[in-house]
């Protein structure tokens, strides 16, 4: 199985192993640490799945799936194309 290549959407910043994310006590979230990519984005405190991940880089928040940088001609690749509709 191919590994994705995980960066930032929007200005494709790479996050390490030693970044962490808060699961937002603001926005409803139990205020645990952790890196949102160790677990594709589900809190280990509380198990809400987070939909968006924000990029300290960029300051911006993208759909956490688009965060997944897929090689071409993969499987997941194209079980992805077909999920999303494309051919």
Do not use: K
């Amino acid at each position: 199985m191919n590994e994705p290549q995980i960066f930032c959407p929007r200005c494709a910043w790479r996050p390490q192993g030693e970044d962490r994310w808060q699961c937002s006590p603001r926005m409803g979230g139990c205020g645990t640490v952790w890196n949102t990519f160790w677990t594709a984005g589900v809190c280990p405190g509380c198990s809400y799945r987070w939909q968006i991940t924000f990029c300290p880089s960029c300051r911006q928040f993208s759909p956490h799936e688009d965060w997944y940088h897929w090689p071409e001609g993969s499987v997941e690749e194209r079980e992805r194309e077909l999920e999303l509709g494309r051919n």
